[in-house]
């Protein structure tokens, strides 16, 4: 009994003495209070790369926050004009506009209180100081060569690190092409060297070897796909919807030159030839079409005006009619908005701006062409590509480019063309900063043109082209300061902007 007792003893001491020390730090911690410092415990942006379709982060903090401490001593470099929205514990920044491609972001957040600290008039307790990173994408250009090194090929210019790379094969010439939205691919159709028909065309898939979303490991580079041949059907254009689903082809029938229609098919390669296998839109035969921003639809030139035909279901009962456009232009991001073209009895051109609200707004009025629309995702401006007749004895027609303030109506010519170059081809820049322009240089009248020889869409030889960039403000300092473009030193046509 007596050596029990002496070993339980010490035992007994050494308990008393921690539930002394334990009472002893809870009666600390309660006369302090909560010293526990806010932190965030979570950055969506964090280490990533971001594109114009990325409109914003969260930040998700360990503890409710003062609002307006954190949205005083949040910080960006370089800065990003944004609004602030909370939901509990969660702050969301919406950007004003898209980040400008090829720049590198840091935010910070130091100083900000949480609620319990201001409840209780501790200025001392303050958040943990957070500091996060992330990237845009880099600026890249798409083109077809027109250098004999990469003649009718795709090639891919990375402006931000100055590279360039040819990633379609040399035994096809590429005829046109659109990316994919997080350009990993490019759908392109293409004839080959040795066939001179430009009706003969294929589409294919090309990959970028650039990654689809951020963090993801990207294709090699230059892995070429057949998506559709023209065994029996001519392809004569085709789109590709903004969700990078689906492919809609308008097609004509090569034993019957008068059958031609739409046909829509999945956007990448299939196993299965059920699905792959394209279907028809069973509608009456339209002419110029473009997919609608939500992938659902197609809106066709159609009769004496323009029809929304869905993609699934009765195509012969369209969406909605506007008898009095003839061609749908361009449509803004959401959808809510079109720009479209009236085709008046003197032979002028009105373009319009249609909203869902049934809200018809004319913008200008053309004696020549309207080549194309684009809608800026950064501002409520539309750039176009446009035309006037200088000579209605020859018809020649000059090219210029003009921004349009939705809002205010008010036009801006951003630059003038030589006459007579129809074949021009303009592209916007994903985050609205950059207008990329070609200009060709056809065949002399007197060289007959090669079998295989580059041509334009009027079926004009090509004998070389320049590509230009020109950089662009917003309409309103743009009225001040004078733009010039750079011509760049790449030699091709059809430019268009990567995603």
């Given at each position: 009994?007596?050596?029990?007792?002496?070993?339980?003893?010490?035992?007994?001491?050494?308990?008393?003495?921690?539930?002394?020390?334990?009472?002893?730090?809870?009666?600390?911690?309660?006369?302090?209070?909560?010293?526990?410092s806010a932190r965030v415990r979570n950055f969506t942006w964090q280490n990533q790369k971001i594109?114009?379709e990325d409109t914003s982060f969260t930040l998700t903090f360990s503890r409710p926050m003062e609002?307006?401490?954190?949205?005083?001593?949040?910080?960006?470099?370089?800065?990003?004009?944004?609004?602030?929205?909370?939901?509990?514990?969660?702050m969301v920044y919406t950007l004003v506009t898209p980040a400008p491609y090829g720049t590198n972001?840091?935010?910070?957040?130091?100083?900000?209180?949480?609620?319990?600290?201001?409840?209780?008039?501790?200025?001392?307790?303050?958040?943990?100081?957070?500091?996060?990173?992330?990237?845009?994408?880099?600026?890249?250009?798409?083109?077809?060569?027109?250098?004999?090194?990469?003649?009718?090929?795709?090639?891919?210019?990375?402006?931000?690190?100055?590279?360039?790379?040819?990633?379609?094969?040399?035994?096809?010439?590429?005829?046109?092409?659109?990316?994919?939205?997080?350009?990993?691919?490019?759908?392109?159709?293409?004839?080959?060297?040795?066939?001179?028909?430009?009706?003969?065309?294929?589409?294919?898939?090309?990959?970028?070897?650039?990654?689809?979303?951020?963090?993801?490991?990207?294709?090699?580079?230059?892995?070429?796909?057949?998506?559709?041949?023209?065994?029996?059907?001519?392809?004569?254009?085709?789109?590709?919807?903004?969700?990078?689903?689906?492919?809609?082809?308008?097609?004509?029938?090569?034993?019957?030159?008068?059958?031609?229609?739409?046909?829509?098919?999945?956007?990448?390669?299939?196993?299965?030839?059920?699905?792959?296998?394209?279907?028809?839109?069973?509608?009456?035969?339209?002419?110029?079409?473009?997919?609608?921003?939500?992938?659902?639809?197609?809106?066709?030139?159609?009769?004496?005006?323009?029809?929304?035909?869905?993609?699934?279901?009765?195509?012969?009962?369209?969406?909605?009619?506007?008898?009095?456009?003839?061609?749908?232009?361009?449509?803004?991001?959401?959808?809510?908005?079109?720009?479209?073209?009236?085709?008046?009895?003197?032979?002028?051109?009105?373009?319009?701006?249609?909203?869902?609200?049934?809200?018809?707004?004319?913008?200008?009025?053309?004696?020549?062409?309207?080549?194309?629309?684009?809608?800026?995702?950064?501002?409520?401006?539309?750039?176009?590509?446009?035309?006037?007749?200088?000579?209605?004895?020859?018809?020649?027609?000059?090219?210029?480019?003009?921004?349009?303030?939705?809002?205010?109506?008010?036009?801006?010519?951003?630059?003038?063309?030589?006459?007579?170059?129809?074949?021009?081809?303009?592209?916007?820049?994903?985050?609205?900063?950059?207008?990329?322009?070609?200009?060709?240089?056809?065949?002399?009248?007197?060289?007959?043109?090669?079998?295989?020889?580059?041509?334009?869409?009027?079926?004009?030889?090509?004998?070389?082209?320049?590509?230009?960039?020109?950089?662009?403000?917003?309409?309103?300092?743009?009225?001040?300061?004078?733009?010039?473009?750079?011509?760049?030193?790449?030699?091709?046509?059809?430019?268009?902007?990567?995603?």
């Open positions: 009994m007596t050596k029990s007792k002496a070993l339980v003893q010490p035992l007994d001491r050494v308990a008393i003495a921690l539930m002394l020390l334990l009472s002893f730090l809870i009666g600390v911690m309660i006369l302090q209070g909560d010293a526990v594109g114009a609002t307006k401490s954190v949205e005083d001593n949040l910080k960006i470099d370089p800065p990003l004009a944004g609004k602030v929205s909370w939901a509990g514990r969660r972001y840091q935010v910070k957040l130091q100083g900000a209180r949480d609620k319990f600290a201001t409840q209780e008039n501790n200025s001392k307790r303050v958040i943990q100081p957070f500091t996060g990173n992330f990237r845009t994408r880099d600026r890249v250009i798409l083109y077809i060569g027109t250098n004999v090194e990469d003649q009718g090929q795709l090639v891919l210019y990375n402006l931000t690190q100055e590279q360039k790379r040819v990633i379609t094969p040399k035994d096809l010439i590429v005829m046109d092409f659109e990316a994919f939205p997080n350009g990993e691919k490019i759908l392109f159709s293409a004839r080959t060297t040795k066939n001179p028909d430009l009706l003969s065309a294929k589409l294919y898939t090309v990959t970028t070897g650039i990654p689809g979303k951020s963090g993801e490991q990207a294709e090699p580079a230059a892995k070429v796909d057949l998506i559709l041949d023209s065994k029996d059907y001519q392809i004569l254009k085709f789109d590709l919807s903004p969700d990078g689903q689906t492919i809609v082809v308008q097609r004509g029938n090569k034993a019957n030159p008068g059958d031609f229609g739409l046909w829509f098919m999945p956007a990448t390669k299939d196993s299965s030839e059920e699905k792959s296998t394209p279907k028809r839109l069973q509608s009456q035969p339209g002419g110029d079409f473009m997919i609608t921003p939500d992938s659902k639809a197609v809106a066709v030139a159609q009769g004496q005006g323009a029809a929304i035909l869905p993609l699934q279901g009765d195509a012969s009962k369209p969406l909605d009619f506007l008898p009095q456009f003839g061609l749908v232009q361009a449509f803004s991001k959401d959808g809510s908005q079109a720009a479209m073209v009236k085709f008046n009895t003197d032979y002028t051109r009105d373009l319009f701006l249609v909203t869902n609200q049934g809200v018809q707004k004319p913008l200008l009025k053309t004696s020549g062409s309207i080549i194309s629309c684009q809608f800026d995702t950064a501002s409520p401006s539309l750039y176009c590509l446009l035309t006037q007749l200088v000579s209605k004895e020859q018809y020649i027609e000059q090219p210029y480019v003009v921004a349009i303030d939705l809002k205010s109506g008010q036009q801006k010519p951003l630059l003038v063309l030589p006459p007579d170059q129809r074949n021009v081809q303009m592209s916007l820049s994903p985050d609205g900063l950059g207008l990329l322009f070609d200009q060709i240089v056809p065949q002399a009248d007197t060289t007959p043109p090669p079998a295989n020889s580059l041509k334009t869409d009027d079926g004009e030889a090509i004998a070389t082209s320049s590509l230009w960039l020109m950089p662009l403000l917003p309409i309103t300092d743009a009225a001040t300061v004078e733009i010039r473009p750079e011509k760049l030193p790449l030699v091709g046509f059809h430019p268009r902007w990567l995603p």
